[in-house]
């Protein structure tokens, strides 16, 4: 059974460095795009972006300039990086799993709440 | 960009009676590559319908999606206590990926 798993600072300042990661666990790795979501308090979902496996990414346009997804096969692991944060930057953020041409059912991560306050 | 927009923006319903959300593109869906979420306060979004008709695992029957291209439904055939809740649909057929804006379904 697939799952995914991810973690990272809770906790940040305003101009500093959000960085979470997302650990596959079964499965394939390829054959996947795997994405980043966020939802502030109270808000809709808003998708960051999202990467395969062999580290083709595409971005939301309007988080383009301050965020980075990289992937790192062997530990069958991606990542997002964010800087610099803001207030507006708070929220619950999800990995998922997402199919490229087969019928498999979209995967989330449990979510990891970010808050960042000065 | 794929832009959905999720109607009506609420439905006041009673248990048992029959609920019908809409979701429409504005463009055709890749693949038919659609989902649709439920999402309760404090908790995260739990995976209701993908490929705009396969239910999820564990989801029971009375929860169905419809649709093609461009419009596609989610129905839930007789709304039990649990079900009050919001609902969002979402493309993942192609680059950015998007959410609706959701429909919540309350309590009449």
């Known amino acids: 059974q697939v799952q995914v798993q991810q973690w990272g600072a809770g906790l940040l300042k305003p101009s500093e460095t959000l960085s979470l990661t997302c650990a596959v666990y079964g499965g394939s790795f390829s054959g996947y795009y795997w994405s980043w979501i966020r939802q502030p308090p109270g808000k809709g979902l808003e998708w960051i972006g999202e990467?395969?496996?062999?580290?083709?990414?595409n971005y939301n346009p309007s988080l383009k300039s301050r965020v980075t997804i990289s992937v790192d096969t062997s530990k069958r692991q991606f990542f997002l990086i964010m800087s610099p944060v803001t207030a507006a930057d708070s929220a619950v953020y999800y990995c998922?799993?997402?199919?490229?041409?087969?019928?498999?059912?979209?995967?989330w991560g449990q979510g990891t709440l970010v808050t960042v306050s000065s | 960009e794929t832009v959905l927009t999720q109607s009506p923006g609420a439905l006041s319903l009673s248990p048992g009676e029959r609920a019908t959300l809409s979701c429409r593109a504005s463009?055709?869906?890749?693949?038919?590559?659609l989902a649709w979420y439920q999402q309760k306060p404090g908790l995260a979004p739990r995976l209701l319908i993908y490929g705009a008709s396969s239910r999820a695992t564990g989801i029971p029957d009375r929860f169905s999606g419809t649709g093609s291209g461009t419009d596609f439904t989610l129905t839930i055939s007789r709304l039990e206590p649990e079900d009050f809740a919001v609902y969002y649909c979402?493309?993942?057929?192609?680059?950015?990926?998007?959410f609706g804006g959701g429909t919540k379904v309350e309590i009449k």
């Open positions: 990467i395969n496996h062999s580290g083709s990414t």
């Open positions: 998922a799993r997402y199919p490229v041409t087969d019928t498999s059912p979209p995967l």
């Open positions: 979402q493309q993942y057929g192609s680059s950015p990926l998007t």
């Open positions: 463009q055709s869906v890749r693949s038919n590559y």
